[in-house]
């Protein structure tokens, strides 16, 4: 049996609606980017786009996840509008007549966090780590503004909603058939990324620590040598069968080490040498990074990576 659903998992991957900055929306019968899909029994996600968002994808992507656990529901992340959540709860009924009974935002960002105001609405529990309600706070209007410009009248009815509970280090509950473990590993893409491990189902909702279909992005507060630091001793550890990443299709953790942990080693190894040979933030815009070129957002995302990268190891 977990043969057939790992091969069914990785068939994903492989259909006509592979990852592609070149598919306005895949599913134009909802505001949604794609119609969720059940992963492993009773756990859905919703695939986003791998591109920017954009008015046709509606800011949808990132993926959305859910779990039927027999005495509830549990999403996780709220999406990036007040629209996206109702569309993702519209989907969640033709599922099941559970409640969702708890909403986990998987880091600050607008597209984990901007769908709050629907849950809340709903009077569901809404967690999210400490560090990442603190990042909502700070910037939460900035993402809140940038979504309305690209999403206009979808845009109604969403305003700022942090979590309703915080926690540090891990948020652990027992619902049904399913235990569900809220775990910060330790420093990763932004403050506050969380990942959600099933452990009795091998499965890891992986948030911003894992990519594979898209490149990861290196923010200004991205420190890369932690995010390393944090694969190694935490989330490798995890050893999961199947990965649920913040961004495309349901994969495995060869994947998302061949696109994160090894990644971030190539570019830190490339802009290592450069430094030694006295090259200058300039030309670091232009080290090769052709191996990864077939990602999506390759073209907005390289080269601020190696600066970003450039500037950190620079005083390393």
Same mark, same amino acid.
């Given at each position: 049996?977990?043969?057939?659903?790992?091969?069914?998992?990785?068939?994903?991957?492989?259909?006509?609606?592979?990852?592609?900055?070149?598919?306005?929306?895949?599913?134009?019968?909802? %505001?949604?980017?794609?119609?969720?899909?059940?992963?492993?029994?009773?756990?859905?996600?919703?695939?986003?786009?791998?591109?920017?968002?954009?008015?046709?994808?509606?800011?949808?992507?990132?993926?959305?996840?859910?779990?039927?656990?027999?005495?509830?529901?549990?999403?996780?992340? +709220?999406?990036?509008?007040?629209?996206?959540?109702?569309?993702?709860?519209?989907?969640?009924?033709?599922?099941?007549?559970?409640?969702?009974?708890?909403? %986990?935002?998987?880091?600050?960002?607008?597209?984990?966090?901007?769908?709050?105001?629907?849950?809340?609405?709903?009077?569901?529990?809404?967690?999210?780590?400490?560090?990442?309600? +603190?990042?909502?706070?700070?910037?939460?209007?900035?993402?809140?503004?940038?979504?309305?410009?690209?999403?206009?009248?979808?845009?109604?009815?969403?305003?700022?909603?942090?979590?309703?509970?915080?926690?540090?280090?891990?948020?652990?509950?027992?619902?049904?058939?399913?235990?569900?473990?809220?775990? !910060?590993?330790?420093?990763?893409?932004?403050?506050?990324?969380?990942?959600?491990?099933?452990?009795?189902? +091998?499965?890891?909702?992986?948030?911003?620590?894992?990519?594979?279909?898209?490149?990861?992005?290196?923010?200004?507060?991205?420190?890369?040598?932690?995010?390393?630091?944090?694969?190694?001793?935490?989330?490798?550890?995890?050893?999961?069968?199947?990965?649920?990443?913040?961004?495309?299709?349901?994969?495995?953790?060869?994947?998302?080490?061949?696109?994160?942990?090894?990644?971030?080693?190539?570019?830190?190894?490339?802009?290592?040498?450069?430094?030694?040979?006295?090259?200058?933030?300039?030309?670091?815009?232009?080290?090769?990074?052709?191996?990864?070129?077939?990602?999506?957002?390759?073209?907005?995302?390289?080269?601020?990576?190696?600066?970003?990268? !450039?500037?950190?190891?620079?005083?390393?």
């Amino acid at each position: 049996m977990k043969h057939l659903l790992l091969t069914a998992t990785f068939a994903l991957c492989t259909t006509a609606l592979q990852a592609s900055e070149d598919i306005a929306d895949q599913y134009p019968g909802s %505001i949604l980017y794609s119609k969720p899909v059940e992963v492993i029994p009773h756990v859905f996600s919703a695939i986003g786009a791998t591109a920017p968002p954009t008015y046709d994808n509606s800011g949808h992507n990132n993926n959305l996840s859910f779990i039927i656990t027999g005495e509830g529901v549990v999403v996780v992340n +709220s999406g990036g509008a007040y629209s996206i959540a109702k569309a993702l709860h519209d989907e969640i009924k033709t599922q099941t007549r559970q409640p969702v009974k708890l909403v %986990i935002n998987e880091n600050g960002q607008g597209h984990a966090m901007l769908g709050n105001a629907y849950w809340a609405e709903q009077g569901v529990k809404i967690i999210a780590h400490s560090d990442a309600a +603190s990042e909502f706070e700070d910037y939460g209007q900035q993402a809140l503004d940038a979504m309305k410009r690209i999403n206009k009248e979808k845009a109604e009815n969403t305003s700022l909603v942090g979590p309703t509970e915080v926690f540090d280090q891990a948020y652990n509950i027992t619902m049904g058939a399913f235990e569900i473990e809220a775990r !910060y590993l330790g420093p990763a893409h932004s403050p506050g990324d969380i990942v959600v491990w099933l452990p009795k189902q +091998s499965l890891v909702i992986s948030g911003d620590v894992a990519f594979h279909e898209r490149m990861l992005p290196i923010f200004d507060h991205t420190m890369t040598a932690d995010w390393l630091e944090t694969w190694d001793n935490e989330f490798e550890k995890l050893n999961a069968t199947y990965v649920i990443p913040g961004h495309g299709h349901p994969t495995n953790m060869a994947q998302v080490r061949r696109y994160t942990k090894d990644y971030l080693k190539y570019l830190r190894g490339k802009i290592g040498t450069h430094l030694e040979n006295g090259g200058s933030l300039k030309d670091a815009y232009y080290i090769d990074q052709s191996p990864y070129k077939h990602l999506d957002t390759f073209e907005e995302l390289a080269t601020k990576n190696a600066g970003r990268v !450039y500037e950190q190891m620079e005083f390393e």
